[in-house]
T-cell receptor, first 118, second 113 residues
Framework: AQKVTQAQTEISVVEKEDVTLDCVYE???????LFWYKQPPSGELVFLIR??????QNEISGRYSWNFQKSTSSFNFTITASQVVDSAVYFC???????????????FGKGTLLTVNP | NAGVTQTPKFQVLKTGQSMTLQCAQD?????MSWYRQDPGMGLRLIHY???????DQGEVPNGYNVSRSTTEDFPLRLLSAAPSQTSVYFC????????????FGEGSWLTVV
């Protein structure tokens, strides 16, 4: 069975602070994919990043960066110099990649509500 | 640039009524799925499809039916709505050739009274 744990239910920061959202996953698949999605107050799910299990390079996109560590089964997300517009619920998700017909289902964490105060 | 389109966006039903949530995608994705989002629960998979004519159950399928007669459409049917089905519903699609990134519709807010 697959599992994604986002231990932080809510985080509140002041604008311009850096913030890291934690994600720990469990899977028996040797190939898998990890995702981060943003859900702003308007409710839609916005895709942020996909990481393949065989690519452990960290990635930076503007103020966003992701730290993937297979040794600790973690895929953490850092926002540098946070802004009010970053306020949202952030979901980490896992998709298995082994054969078996169920490879295209996402297992979600319960989400972290990030509030950035001015 | 439609992507995944869900209708309706908001719906109020009475207990026992039936309804269909529509989902269409214009990206020629073979994989489609329905999730529900409840407070504190994240998103949970209801049903999914790996191609036209093929559907399967996800984590929480009870009370829902699906069909996939075309690649583009994947409707979700509630045959006899119950208050426990009050939730936000998301349709999603993906494809191997699109790098397996899963794209979501804008969500459908359903209230059963």
């Amino acid at each position: 069975a697959q599992k994604v744990t986002q231990a932080q239910t809510e985080i509140s920061v002041v604008e311009k602070e850096d913030v890291t959202l934690d994600c720990v996953y469990e899977t028996r698949d040797t190939t898998y994919y990890l995702f981060w999605y943003k859900q702003p107050p308007s409710g839609e799910l916005v895709f942020l990043i996909r990481r393949n299990s065989f690519d452990e390079q960290n990635e930076i996109s503007g103020r966003y960066s992701w730290n993937f560590q297979k040794s600790t089964s973690s895929f953490n997300f850092t926002i540098t110099a946070s802004q009010v517009v970053d306020s949202a619920v952030y979901f980490c998700a896992l998709r298995g990649g082994n054969s078996g017909g169920s490879n295209y289902k996402l297992t979600f964490g319960k989400g972290t509500l990030l509030t950035v105060n001015p | 640039n439609a992507g995944v389109t869900q209708t309706p966006k908001f719906q109020v039903l009475k207990t026992g009524q039936s309804m269909t949530l529509q989902c269409a995608q214009d990206m020629n994705h073979e994989y489609m799925s329905w999730y529900r989002q409840d407070p504190g629960m994240g998103l949970r998979l209801i049903h999914y499809s790996v191609g036209a004519g093929i559907t399967d159950q996800g984590e929480v399928p009870n009370g829902y039916n699906v069909s996939r007669s075309t690649t583009e459409d994947f409707p979700l049917r509630l045959l006899s709505a119950a208050p426990s089905q009050t939730s936000v519903y998301f349709c999603a699609s993906s494809s191997e050739w699109s790098g397996n990134t899963i794209y979501f519709g804008e969500g459908s807010w359903l209230t059963v009274v």
